[in-house]
């Protein structure tokens, strides 16, 4: 078996408006995505998912772990606060170029990573979100799905980091774990499609997660 890694990148809004039931429905989210990949034997094989949230700060919650090493803390939420995504790019930049093994004469390194961004607001730091978008298209990610959440989150500066952006129009348990389940399944078949130099094919949506056009 290929020994070859799919790195999954996670970054998660945890600003003061994800408090209460948000945040609780990412939690129970994210829960459920680790044990739908963990089912699924090439996403076990090669899946490698690292966490990060962003608030008043961006803070790295763990590396790329391999899925049965990770243990999921409960993701909490300040009181009120701005949403750093700029700042979180900027961690996420810092820690692929760590965390990725790049290829070698000798070796394989891993396969493109996938990078899903939830958000419900838009960017306070928002210069610092435009200056970071050229240094994340410089590492060559598989593919970028960014996702607003809410009525507050804007999708038309969420497009010009990717052109794939969906929407949530509530922030509801229901809805998370429909996006989760989403984010879970796009994980397995990248996995199964590893190696392939296209951006890997996303499943259709449920109703809940709408294609931004």
């Known amino acids: 078996m290929s020994?070859?890694?799919?790195?999954?990148?996670?970054?998660?809004?945890?600003?003061?408006?994800?408090?209460?039931?948000?945040?609780?429905?990412?939690?129970?989210?994210?829960?459920?995505?680790?044990?739908?990949?963990?089912q699924d034997p090439y996403a076990l094989e090669s899946v490698h998912l690292g966490l990060i949230t962003f608030d008043i700060e961006a803070k790295?919650?763990?590396?790329?772990t391999p899925l049965e090493q990770i243990q999921l803390p409960e993701i909490k939420v300040p009181n009120s606060g701005p949403t750093f995504l700029g700042e979180a790019l900027k961690l996420l930049a810092q820690r692929s170029d760590l965390e990725i093994i790049k290829s070698t004469p000798e070796r394989k390194g891993d396969w493109r990573p996938l990078l899903f961004i939830m958000t419900d607001g838009s960017p306070s730091d928002l210069q610092t979100f435009r200056d970071m978008i050229p240094e994340i298209k410089k590492r060559n990610f598989g593919n970028i799905i960014a996702c607003a959440a809410g009525p507050k989150a804007r999708n038309e500066i969420l497009k010009e980091l990717?052109?794939?952006?969906?929407?949530?129009?509530?922030?509801?348990?229901?809805?998370?774990?429909?996006?989760?389940?989403?984010?879970?399944?796009?994980?397995?078949?990248?996995?199964?499609?590893?190696?392939?130099?296209?951006?890997?094919?996303?499943?259709?949506?449920?109703?809940?997660?709408?294609?931004?056009?």
Do not use: C
């Open 60 to 64: 790295e919650i763990f590396p790329l």
């Open 162 to 213: 990717t052109n794939n952006v969906v929407h949530l129009d509530t922030t509801d348990s229901a809805t998370f774990s429909q996006f989760f389940k989403w984010v879970s399944e796009s994980v397995s078949i990248g996995s199964s499609s590893a190696g392939v130099t296209e951006p890997t094919h996303l499943p259709p949506p449920p109703p809940e997660v709408q294609v931004v056009i």
């Open 3 to 38: 020994e070859r890694r799919l790195p999954v990148y996670l970054l998660l809004d945890t600003s003061g408006s994800m408090r209460g039931e948000p945040i609780q429905s990412v939690n129970v989210g994210l829960h459920s995505m680790v044990n739908a990949l963990r």
